[in-house]
């Protein structure tokens, strides 16, 4: 297939663009700089700059890819403005949902979150509803539900809602922002009941993704934990003062049936296995 991976220097977009090159695609990855783009070149990509923000760039890097499918990997928390953030799911996956259906594009592949559902103990499954959590900023799923359903809207819609990434260039990983801060003593955990998922395994459930049905599969590894027991693993995994920790927002982790049904099974079952300052 010719695929555009819309987001092919992000934490999971850097990770699927070799993996779809070595399996045999012809791939085109975007990014707002051409020179960000070296390492998808090198494997094998062709690049497209593109802002998602703009529907005239991102229909002519669609038009001129001339894909088969897309992948939407677009998130924007670098400076951690996330009302940005929830902006570009809106307006980005609008305008790439517009531009996939001018170039005739039904199948698209797109990362959302898990921790979408009511607060409750219980792991959710696919069909929970959407409760916002008073801790979140409240722009967040007003933009993941309006991603979701944009990206529904095509004929092969597939949305992945990943659990918290963690691994190496994660926000989790040595030199990540919340590896930092549980050094400083300054984390706070803003899921309660959280699912995780490695970084590379949520990259493998996109490439296996291209072929499942249309909807809509968590991505998550099988341990759901509580903030409770895994923010002070990490707090004493980066050296940190455990007792300078902050939980305090309630959520909900998931289950990952639906996604072991389709084929994908996590190579880390569970974030126990990799500590968070070695992963
Ligand atoms: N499920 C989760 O737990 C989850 C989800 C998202 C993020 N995070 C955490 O947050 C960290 C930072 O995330 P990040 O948002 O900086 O993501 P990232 O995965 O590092 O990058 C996102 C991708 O979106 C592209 N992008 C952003 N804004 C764009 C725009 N306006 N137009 C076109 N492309 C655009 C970026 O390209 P360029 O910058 O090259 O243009 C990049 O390829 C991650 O490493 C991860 O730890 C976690």
């Given at each position: 297939?010719?695929?555009?991976?819309?987001?092919?220097?992000?934490?999971?977009?850097?990770?699927v663009?070799p993996?779809l090159?070595?399996?045999?695609?012809?791939?085109?990855?975007?990014?707002r700089?051409?020179d960000?783009?070296?390492?998808?070149?090198a494997?094998?990509a062709?690049r497209?700059?593109?802002?998602?923000?703009?529907?005239?760039?991102?229909d002519?890097?669609?038009?001129?890819?001339?894909?088969?499918?897309?992948?939407h990997?677009?998130?924007d928390?670098?400076?951690e403005?996330f009302?940005?953030n929830?902006?570009l799911?809106?307006?980005?996956?609008?305008?790439?949902?517009?531009?996939?259906?001018?170039?005739?594009?039904?199948?698209?592949?797109?990362?959302?979150?898990?921790?979408?559902?009511?607060?409750?103990?219980?792991p959710?499954?696919?069909?929970?509803?959407?409760?916002?959590?008073?801790?979140?900023?409240?722009?967040?799923?007003?933009?993941?539900?309006?991603?979701?359903n944009?990206?529904?809207?095509?004929?092969n819609?597939?949305?992945?809602?990943?659990?918290?990434l963690?691994?190496r260039?994660?926000?989790?990983?040595?030199?990540?922002?919340?590896?930092?801060?549980?050094?400083?003593?300054?984390v706070?955990a803003?899921?309660?009941?959280?699912?995780?998922?490695?970084?590379?395994?949520?990259?493998l459930a996109?490439?296996?993704?291209?072929?499942?049905?249309s909807g809509?599969?968590?991505?998550?590894?099988?341990?759901p934990v509580?903030?409770?027991?895994?923010?002070?693993?990490?707090?004493?995994?980066?050296g940190?003062?455990?007792?300078?920790?902050?939980?305090?927002a309630?959520g909900r982790?998931?289950?990952?049936?639906?996604?072991?049904?389709?084929?994908?099974?996590?190579?880390?079952?569970?974030?126990?296995?990799?500590p968070?300052?070695?992963?």
């Amino acid at each position: 297939m010719r695929i555009l991976v819309a987001g092919g220097t992000g934490v999971i977009g850097s990770r699927v663009v070799p993996l779809l090159t070595a399996a045999g695609h012809d791939v085109i990855a975007t990014s707002r700089s051409a020179d960000r783009l070296l390492p998808a070149l090198a494997a094998g990509a062709e690049r497209a700059v593109m802002d998602a923000r703009d529907a005239a760039s991102v229909d002519s890097a669609v038009d001129s890819a001339r894909p088969d499918a897309i992948i939407h990997l677009l998130t924007d928390l670098a400076t951690e403005d996330f009302v940005g953030n929830s902006h570009l799911r809106i307006v980005g996956t609008r305008n790439l949902v517009a531009a996939a259906e001018r170039a005739g594009v039904t199948r698209m592949v797109a990362e959302s979150i898990a921790w979408v559902g009511e607060p409750d103990a219980e792991p959710g499954d696919e069909s929970v509803t959407f409760a916002r959590d008073p801790d979140t900023d409240e722009s967040l799923f007003p933009a993941v539900e309006s991603l979701e359903n944009a990206v529904l809207s095509l004929e092969n819609g597939v949305v992945l809602r990943m659990g918290m990434l963690y691994g190496r260039g994660t926000w989790f990983g040595r030199g990540g922002r919340i590896h930092d801060r549980a050094e400083e003593g300054t984390v706070v955990a803003t899921v309660r009941h959280t699912s995780f998922v490695h970084v590379d395994d949520a990259a493998l459930a996109v490439v296996k993704a291209l072929d499942w049905p249309s909807g809509i599969v968590n991505i998550v590894d099988d341990d759901p934990v509580d903030a409770e027991e895994w923010a002070p693993e990490l707090v004493w995994a980066a050296g940190g003062d455990e007792t300078r920790l902050a939980v305090r927002a309630t959520g909900r982790a998931s289950t990952n049936a639906r996604a072991a049904e389709l084929g994908w099974v996590p190579e880390h079952p569970t974030w126990r296995d990799g500590p968070f300052d070695l992963v």
